[in-house]
């Protein structure tokens, strides 16, 4: 019979950990997050993770707390995510992340008519809803356009 065996990941002493991501959106999140080959701190991820409320990704990121807009832009692609604040191996703050009710110069509008996509010096603006059934949709205050998937494909 073969022996069970459990990976660990190892906890980080100061830094951040978002937990809850919907199931594949980690990659997304480090993307957002400006993460790449030349950031130096520890990072770890699990992607399609079993969790009580089904499956999950999870970031944990060693040396950095997230901004306003690095949650604001995460809540879009993961309205159910949960920020963790780790000092001293310890979690000293945990949040949910809050989908917040517009953005503005976060998501590209995908209307290639719209004015925020033309040569003006203008910032694109939605408006944000959330359903249970449909999750995240934004709506653009310029055009009207919906946005309601591939979010993170149109993140700036």
């Known amino acids: 019979m073969k022996e069970k065996r459990d990976l660990k990941i190892q906890a980080i002493e100061n830094g951040t950990v978002i937990d809850h991501i919907k199931a594949g959106e ?3 999140v480090l993307r957002i997050l400006g993460i ?9 991820f699990v992607m399609n993770a079993p969790g009580a409320a089904g499956i999950k990704d999870v970031v ?6 997230l901004s306003v807009e690095e949650l604001n832009r995460i809540a ?7 920020i963790n604040i780790i000092r001293d191996f310890e979690v000293v703050q945990k949040n949910n992340v809050v989908l917040p009710s517009y953005v503005e110069g976060v998501v590209r509008c995908i209307n290639s008519n719209c004015i925020s996509n033309s040569s003006e ?6 408006s ?3 359903s249970e059934e449909e999750g ?3 709506r653009c205050l310029y055009c009207e356009h919906v946005i309601s998937e591939n979010i993170a494909e149109n993140l700036l």
């Open 76 to 82: 879009l692609i993961s309205p159910k995510a949960t």
């Open 128 to 130: 944000v809803l959330q």
């Open 26 to 28: 980690a990659l997304n």
């Open 36 to 44: 790449s080959s030349a950031f130096r701190a520890t990072i770890s």
């Open 136 to 138: 995240v949709t934004l």
């Open 121 to 126: 010096p203008i910032k694109s603006k939605f």
């Open 60 to 65: 944990k990121i060693e040396g950095k707390e």
